[in-house]
């Protein structure tokens, strides 16, 4: 009698892990669409980026490189290692400028330009995203409580 109990206790846990692994399963599958990974212009450039590739680049807006056209951008965005041109057509933050550190999100087209459909620039003088410091940490252009590093 015990051993029946057992037996279905066991299949019962079974059954209730197979059931979660796939509930998990399919949240995962529905939210890959959702994730976007925070790359640098280094990581890019060794690691490759595929074309169509939905990511969020983070860097500095490189000096003398801004190029306005009507509501399109051309500009390269700079970790210090490496440079990434960037495509932007919209209105651009009141607080985007040459030097300055932004995070964009879009994706590279079959040209290699990354074409941005969203530009995030910082909000005050003293702040960095945290991607994009991390990312000029460990190229070693800047640490905390320096002055952001010239992007010429």
């Known amino acids: 009698m015990q051993k029946t109990r057992k037996k279905i206790r066991l299949v019962l ?3 209730v892990g197979a059931v979660l692994s796939v509930a998990v399963g399919l949240v995962l599958f529905g939210l890959s669409d959702q ?10 450039a ?3 980026l595929d074309p169509g590739t939905r990511v969020r680049v983070g860097g ?14 051309t500009f390269t965005v700079t ?7 960037i495509t932007y ?9 040459e030097g300055q550190g932004v995070v ?7 040209s290699g330009v990354f074409v941005a459909d969203n530009v995030l ?3 005050d003088e003293n702040y960095v995203p945290k991607e994009v410091a991390d990312a000029l940490k460990a190229q070693g252009v800047w640490k905390p409580g320096e002055a952001l590093p010239s992007t010429n």
Not at 35 to 44: G, V
Not at 79 to 84: M, S
Not at 89 to 97: A, H, K, S, Y
Request: proline fraction near 4%; charged fraction near 30%.
């Open 79 to 85: 970790d210090g290692g490496n440079d990434l041109s």
């Open 46 to 48: 060794t690691e490759g």
């Open 60 to 73: 500095l807006v490189k000096e003398e490189t801004w190029e306005k056209e009507g509501t399109s951008h």
């Open 89 to 97: 057509v919209g209105i651009l933050p009141d607080l985007f400028r």
């Open 35 to 44: 994730i976007t990974l925070f790359k640098t212009p280094t990581d890019i």
């Open 121 to 123: 620039a910082k909000h």
């Open 104 to 110: 964009l999100e879009g994706s590279r087209n079959n």
């Open 13 to 15: 846990i079974g059954v």
